[in-house]
């Protein structure tokens, strides 16, 4: 499968420019219904969302925060963490195509062009290499890489990132589960769920370490 931008622009491709006013309005509104996904795949959020699930994991509190507020949460983090880039997209290849500086294939290039950049900088070498090989795509350098090929390369790379951090943030919570175990059978109480005893002091050690503000830091960090 070529570049997403050939695609759309290429002389075998589909040409926007061609179509009627009708028919562009409706492929639009097509497009529109894929935000969603573009937001878990394409973006940061995978990342954020899958290490926030860890920290309430760790906690063991189920529902603490509830859904809601770790996915608003996520999706902020998002919002701020992929901001320069829209910045740049929005510099570099919208306003110029509200001026009419450029076309409308050139700004769709240009945007497509800086969010690559973006997944690549994210995205491990070997991951590439390994949609690289299945796609049967031989390319000099990253930068070339078919825009469809990077994406899922990005995707399982921001999954592996996303478990390294959640290990990391989940060791803390273990050793809190061992420790109270371990004294609560010496103490002959062999009978009490430890998650009862430890969840209070595991919710405690978080706020006095203020680990939202560490996790939010770490995340944020992991992006430069």
Known sequence: MGDLADFVNGPNGLNFQNLSPPVQTALMLGLSALLPAALMTMTCFTRVVIVLSFVRQGLGAQNVPPNLVLTGLALFITLFVMQPTFAEIDQKAYQPYLQKQITGPQAFKTGTDIYKQFMLRQTR???????????????????DAPFLTVV?????SELKTAFIMGFCIYLPFLMVDLVVSSVLTSMGMVMMPPVTISAPFKILLFVLADGWHLV?????????
């Not at 070498?125 to 930068?143: G, I, N, P």
């Not at 899922?152 to 399982?156: V, Y």
């Not at 939010?216 to 430069?224: D, E, N, R, W």
């Open 125 to 143: 070498k070997q991951d590439l290499a390994l949609f690289l090989h299945l796609s049967k795509h031989t390319v000099e350098k990253a930068e």
């Open 152 to 156: 899922p390369a990005f995707l399982i």
């Open 216 to 224: 939010t830091y770490a995340i944020a960090l992991s992006y430069g």
